[in-house]
């Protein structure tokens, strides 16, 4: 029996790769390289058959790793922006660290930058990264477990995660088969790709292009159009909950429209809070709040107290409506989305009349189910390092193919006029920017399944 090791560096890769169907009746033996907690497994093992379990050994990044890491990412930073001519791309560039130590070594990463200055030079300091990390012991504990198992190919759920290039680097050493996916459609510009594999797997034809744009010495024939199983959950009417019981939980009321707002973490987008208070004003001052109540979704990860302060101020109007994910161990990676949250975010994402948000991927989610998308498009105040026009500009905005694929909020005396234009017609070209981005939504999953099999 075939043997795919799958290595799952973060919770939404167990939402993605292990609630869907990719590995569903699977005829090859399954083998989990993971750091999860014992709940974690618990809860993966119920949705899928797991043959092994085989926990990562521990990484130390030393300061080498870790400065030739950062000078690649800030160097193809560069490279990028300059390529697509488009300054935006150099905001994934982390600043405004806190310690002496941290602005230190970023000045010296920054330094070193300006020596590199070629795209030839990129690849050289690649091949460095890759001397150094087989020099950690990382490598050796990593390269004695994969000799000892020798899976037929290893599976990962994420291209950037910390600990996935020397896990490739020692399989690719092993001569054993590697394959990862692009984990986002924004992915790509932001230079995080951060392993080598022997097949890469992407979201669409738009994405391949990206993806030899800005990484040319990937051969073709190691790139896979395959989709993302992620949207296949909206096709399935198992995942909707039963409408009255939904409203009833909640506490929603079925005579009411409902307007979603989603959140991001509070460094994509900081003032999400107030954003959330000039919709709930707005709809209150118009007197929308006698047809529409207002759903809030945050984002997973943001477990600040940020919004607690608009919803307290409207409490009758805004229903707090927290993601289902499992925060109950210490261990990041243990931080992952329940099954009851997909079904949670589908049948939002169905009864909902619209969504509002910063730029979010959300528009995707409640386009499945022909929903229209507000995008917020004002700057809530004047912020040196924040701005929703740098936002709009990053790349993975130009895949746009017209404004019309959202609605778009310009400033805050006409949310409510553009709310309710949204509800009484809400088309928009939603679709032909999904069809930009993804293919094969529905039959994603089968894909992957297919492409490792042949790649055994």
Request: with cysteine.
């Amino acid at each position: 029996k075939k043997n795919i090791f799958i290595l799952i560096p973060d919770g939404v890769g167990i939402k993605n790769y292990l609630y869907s169907k990719t590995f569903k009746n699977s005829e090859a033996a399954l083998t989990l390289f993971h750091n999860f907690d014992a709940d974690t497994i618990a809860q993966i093992e119920k949705e899928v058959t797991i043959t092994a379990k085989i926990e990562i050994p521990t990484y130390k990044e030393n300061v080498r790793e870790k400065f030739l890491r950062e000078l690649i990412h800030l160097a193809r930073l560069q490279y990028n922006a300059k390529k697509v001519d488009n300054p935006t791309i150099l905001d994934f560039w982390k600043k405004g660290h806190k310690s002496l130590k941290l602005k230190v070594f970023y000045s010296l990463v920054t330094l070193a930058s300006k020596f590199v200055n070629s795209y030839q030079s990129i690849l050289k300091l690649e091949k460095k990264y890759d001397a150094s990390l087989r020099k950690n012991a990382f490598y050796k504990q990593l390269y004695s477990i994969l000799a000892q198992h020798a899976p037929d190919i290893i599976f990962c759920t994420h291209q950037r995660a910390l600990k996935a290039p020397t896990v490739f680097a020692a399989a690719s050493d092993l001569n054993i088969r590697t394959a990862t996916v692009i984990y986002s459609w924004d992915n790509l510009p932001k230079a995080r790709l951060a392993l080598r594999a022997d097949t890469y797997f992407v979201w669409s034809s738009h994405m391949e292009r990206e993806l030899q744009l800005f990484y040319p010495e990937i051969p073709s024939e190691q790139i896979q159009v395959t989709g993302t199983p992620q949207f296949e959950f909206y096709k399935d009417p198992k995942n909707i909950l039963e409408k009255d019981a939904f409203f009833a939980q909640y506490g929603l009321d079925k005579g009411k429209r409902l307007l979603c707002f989603s959140g991001d973490d509070t460094r994509t987008s900081p003032y999400d809070p107030y954003y959330l208070n000039d919709l709930a004003e707005a709809i209150t001052q118009s007197g929308l709040d006698s047809t529409c109540q207002i759903v809030f979704r945050r984002c997973p990860v943001d477990v600040t107290g940020r919004y607690d302060w608009v919803l307290i101020k409207f409490p009758n109007l805004i229903v707090d409506m927290p993601p289902l994910w499992n925060f109950n161990s210490k261990i990041w990676s243990a931080v992952y989305p329940t099954f009851e949250d997909v079904k949670l975010l589908v049948s939002l994402a169905c009864y909902a009349d619209l969504v509002i948000n910063v730029g979010s991927t959300m528009a995707f989610d409640f386009g499945m189910f022909d929903k229209p998308c507000l995008f917020i498009n004002y700057d809530y105040k004047e912020d040196p390092n924040w701005s929703v026009n740098t936002i709009y500009n990053y790349q993975h905005f130009r895949s746009m193919p017209s404004t019309k694929a959202v609605f778009w909020l310009n400033d805050r005396e006409s949310i409510a006029q553009v709310v309710e234009t949204a509800l009484s017609s809400p088309n928009t070209a939603i679709k032909e920017w999904f069809e930009t981005v993804v293919t094969y939504p529905e039959t994603a999953s089968e894909k992957i399944s297919k492409e490792l099999n042949q790649c055994m």
